[in-house]
């Protein structure tokens, strides 16, 4: 398919097919070179302005597909005055001429984008606005709000009595339940778009590529009796629930004067500081060992750690899960399957899922940048109460947060940043 947008497309037509073209009608046409010479016979689809997906004339010509047909009919029509479009132009056209907001332009993308059905699904939801009113729900509460205290600050002597009979202090405490319950669902739904970045760490031989083998479902990794086997970085995508896991095998975690397996140990390390959840491995059959402890010393506070007893099946015991007050311990056995199940359940915690199949929202980090924001700003003015002033500034700040998520208050630059990731077109 060709797809032109523009103005006086219906000349255009007239000019690619010869013949005038009816509105919303599709028509078996002729498709004309320069010289009258047909290059192809197809569907010819006109959406004259304001009925179409940018706001302008669109005109959709359907081809038979071939590579070098519709090569020809693409030139053609820059023939005819018509240029390439630019990355995003179509929805950038369509934000522009206020037929969808940022949010649902930004969804476009994502929707081509989705890996998975639950992102394709998510996607979908913010297209059709869901997202978009979410948002814009919150912006009226602030508008209510803002109207209040600003009524206060006109007339000052009775600004006690204002606030109190306008009951603002619970009316912000509502704000902010609404913000953070929307936060919550936002990084839930932005795992969708980027995955959970997991590493397999621990001691050699504690069964990280047995494990690996064992998420992805095939035997990617050699599995030896040797320690050290793994010298370098495994990577494997897989799929939780509909949520993308990039799980990472790395080198055992050891004192070594071996050279190759060194720069696995410090490839492994850097790995490390980049993850979203660390699988620590220990083997059952030995428990917590000081080369354990040390590792688990030497790993970021930032970073979720969950301890995983493997191959509990060769130590008698049953697979398992305590919640232990610095982190999570499982056991399971990576060999037979046996507890995998809850290894599964703990990653969809970490990644904020469990329970949020259908209500998750495909957010971008900009958009959890602006929620956040908004949260900060909602708390200052929940505490600067007393200070009516900077209560009805911090409002206003927070106001402005969310307006740019839907592009109601949004800067140049940011908006050619935003489109300029689309693929061709779209």
Same mark, same amino acid.
């Given at each position: *398919?060709? =797809?032109?947008?523009?103005?006086?497309?219906?000349?255009? +037509?007239?000019?690619?097919?010869?013949?005038?073209?009816?509105?919303?009608?599709?028509?078996?046409?002729?498709?004309?070179?320069?010289?009258?010479?047909?290059?192809? =016979?197809?569907?010819?689809?006109?959406?004259?302005?304001?009925?179409?997906?940018?706001?302008?004339?669109?005109?959709?010509?359907?081809?038979?597909?071939?590579?070098?047909? *519709?090569? *020809?009919?693409?030139?053609?029509?820059?023939?005819?005055?018509?240029?390439?479009?630019?990355?995003?132009?179509?929805?950038?056209?369509?934000?522009?001429?206020?037929?969808?907001?940022?949010?649902?332009?930004?969804?476009?993308?994502?929707?081509?984008?989705? /890996?998975?059905?639950?992102?394709?699904?998510?996607?979908?939801?913010?297209? &059709?606005?869901?997202?978009?009113?979410?948002?814009?729900?919150?912006?009226?509460?602030?508008?209510?709000?803002?109207?209040?205290?600003?009524?206060?600050?006109?007339?000052? /002597?009775?600004?006690?009595?204002?606030?109190?009979?306008?009951?603002?202090?619970?009316?912000?405490?509502?704000?902010?339940?609404?913000?953070?319950?929307?936060?919550?669902?936002?990084?839930?739904?932005?795992?969708?778009?980027?995955?959970?970045?997991?590493?397999?760490?621990?001691?050699?031989?504690?069964?990280?590529?047995?494990?690996?083998?064992?998420?992805?479902?095939?035997?990617?990794?050699?599995?030896?009796?040797?320690?050290?086997?793994?010298?370098?970085?495994?990577?494997?995508?897989?799929?939780?629930?509909?949520?993308?896991?990039?799980?990472?095998?790395?080198?055992?975690?050891?004192?070594?004067?071996?050279?190759?397996?060194?720069?696995?140990?410090?490839?492994?390390?850097?790995?490390?500081?980049?993850?979203?959840?660390?699988?620590?491995?220990?083997?059952?059959?030995?428990?917590?060992?000081?080369?354990?402890?040390?590792? +688990?010393?030497?790993?970021?506070?930032?970073?979720?750690?969950?301890?995983?007893?493997?191959?509990?099946?060769?130590?008698?015991?049953?697979?398992?899960?305590?919640?232990?007050?610095?982190?999570?311990?499982?056991?399971? &056995?990576?060999?037979?399957?046996?507890?995998?199940?809850?290894?599964?359940?703990?990653?969809?915690?970490?990644?904020?899922?469990?329970?949020?199949?259908?209500?998750?929202?495909?957010?971008?980090?900009?958009?959890?940048?602006?929620?956040?924001? +908004?949260? /900060?700003?909602?708390?200052?003015?929940?505490?600067?109460?007393?200070?009516?002033?900077?209560?009805?500034?911090?409002?206003?700040?927070?106001?402005?947060?969310?307006?740019?998520?839907?592009?109601?208050?949004?800067?140049?630059?940011?908006?050619?940043?935003?489109?300029?990731?689309?693929?061709?077109?779209?």
């Amino acid at each position: *398919m060709v =797809r032109v947008s523009g103005t006086r497309l219906g000349d255009f +037509a007239r000019e690619l097919t010869d013949r005038a073209v009816e509105p919303r009608r599709a028509v078996l046409s002729s498709f004309l070179a320069a010289d009258g010479v047909v290059l192809d =016979r197809g569907l010819l689809l006109y959406f004259p302005a304001p009925g179409s997906f940018t706001g302008e004339d669109v005109l959709e010509l359907q081809g038979h597909g071939g590579p070098v047909v *519709m090569q *020809m009919l693409l030139a053609r029509c820059l023939e005819l005055g018509a240029r390439l479009a630019d990355p995003g132009e179509f929805s950038r056209r369509a934000y522009l001429n206020d037929k969808i907001d940022l949010v649902q332009a930004e969804a476009v993308a994502d929707l081509i984008e989705a /890996e998975t059905a639950a992102a394709a699904r998510s996607a979908m939801r913010s297209l &059709s606005g869901e997202f978009s009113r979410e948002v814009h729900g919150l912006v009226e509460r602030l508008i209510d709000l803002r109207m209040r205290v600003e009524a206060a600050l006109d007339f000052p /002597e009775e600004e006690v009595d204002i606030l109190r009979e306008a009951d603002v202090a619970a009316r912000l405490g509502a704000l902010r339940a609404g913000l953070g319950a929307l936060i919550t669902r936002a990084r839930a739904g932005s795992r969708l778009r980027s995955g959970l970045h997991v590493v397999l760490a621990g001691l050699p031989n504690v069964g990280k590529s047995s494990l690996l083998n064992r998420l992805s479902g095939e035997d990617r990794a050699i599995v030896t009796e040797v320690a050290g086997t793994t010298r370098d970085v495994l990577r494997e995508a897989i799929q939780i629930e509909g949520i993308p896991m990039h799980v990472i095998d790395t080198a055992g975690l050891r004192d070594t004067d071996d050279v190759v397996e060194k720069i696995g140990v410090e490839r492994a390390w850097r790995e490390i500081e980049r993850a979203d959840v660390v699988l620590q491995l220990l083997d059952a059959r030995s428990g917590e060992t000081g080369g354990d402890r040390a590792i +688990a010393a030497g790993l970021p506070r930032d970073v979720e750690r969950i301890v995983v007893e493997n191959k509990c099946d060769l130590a008698g015991l049953a697979p398992g899960r305590e919640a232990g007050t610095a982190c999570v311990r499982l056991r399971l &056995s990576a060999k037979t399957g046996a507890g995998i199940g809850l290894l599964h359940d703990e990653l969809l915690r970490v990644a904020g899922w469990q329970g949020r199949g259908e209500d998750a929202v495909l957010a971008r980090e900009r958009h959890l940048a602006a929620l956040t924001l +908004a949260s /900060e700003k909602s708390a200052l003015a929940e505490r600067r109460l007393g200070e009516i002033e900077l209560c009805a500034e911090e409002l206003r700040l927070a106001q402005e947060a969310l307006a740019t998520i839907t592009g109601e208050f949004t800067a140049d630059d940011l908006l050619g940043e935003i489109f300029s990731r689309f693929c061709i077109g779209k």
